[in-house]
């Protein structure tokens, strides 16, 4: 078995992801969401205070995924059943035509993944996936990025934002940041995320939430693009 870290070696400069998820199950506290549409003269500071306030909110999440994985090179759809227990673990089983080809496990602490058929395997923080993403990554984000919530705190820097037909809300830092660039945009009905992106230097990741499902009367994604690229590869 061959342990591999996180390099340009081993790793995708390109990467396409869409995942659909196909079921979900959650066990929550009591939560309701609104359904009343957003003014469009909201102030910033108010929008951010709603995007929070309609993070979903569960205890214990179960999911089974399909997705869609193209590097540019090669193609694959594997199945994924998928777990997670809030600020506490998440578990991915994948699979491939009903055979089973790899697993995954991501803690606060820890991110770990074995390969089946190539028999490899990654097991450490999250250092090394920062390093390859160029942009820091922990457990939260990761979480944040399943769920439809901001991958960056907005409460944590100052935001400017607008509205932009028909149906969403442009949030931007006010003063430049030399270390990254970074956009969100929020659905007007239901102040979830619409899409983000996050650059540093030559790399670059989006993520786009192009619908959402209602689960237990809260507003979970449906069906998301992750698209990475680094310098000119895309």
């Known amino acids: 078995m061959k342990k591999y870290p996180l390099s340009s070696k081993h790793a995708f400069y390109r990467l396409i992801v869409s995942v659909v998820f196909l079921g979900l199950f959650s066990c929550k506290t009591s939560k309701i969401t609104s ?7 909201t102030s910033t500071k108010q929008l ?3 995007h929070n306030s309609s993070a979903f909110d569960f205890n214990t999440l179960q999911a089974r995924l399909r997705v869609n994985f193209d590097d540019g090179k090669k193609s694959v759809a594997p199945s994924i059943s998928l ?4 600020d506490k673990q998440i578990w991915m089983s994948i699979k491939v035509f009903g055979f ?11 991110v770990s993944f074995y390969v089946k058929l190539n028999k490899t395997y990654f097991d450490g923080d999250f250092k090394a996936l920062s390093a390859f993403l160029g942009t820091e990554v922990d457990f939260e984000k990761v979480q944040h990025i399943l769920t439809g919530q901001s991958i960056l705190d907005l409460k944590a ?9 028909p149906d969403k809300f442009v949030l931007t830092p006010k003063k430049d940041d030399p270390s990254y660039n970074f956009m969100v945009q929020l659905f007007q009905n239901n102040m979830r995320v619409a899409n983000y992106q996050l650059s540093q230097k030559e790399k670059k990741v989006f993520v786009n939430y192009l619908n959402y499902q209602v689960i237990d009367k809260q507003y979970f ?8 690229t680094k310098s000119t590869k895309k």
């Open 221 to 228: 994604p449906e069906n998301i693009e992750f698209l990475a």
């Open 48 to 50: 951010i205070a709603l």
């Open 100 to 110: 089973s080809m790899g697993k995954a496990y991501i803690t606060p602490d820890r």
């Open 157 to 165: 820097k100052k935001y400017k934002s607008k509205w932009e037909a």
């Open 83 to 86: 777990r997670m227990e809030k």
């Open 35 to 41: 359904t009343t549409t957003v003014k469009k003269t």
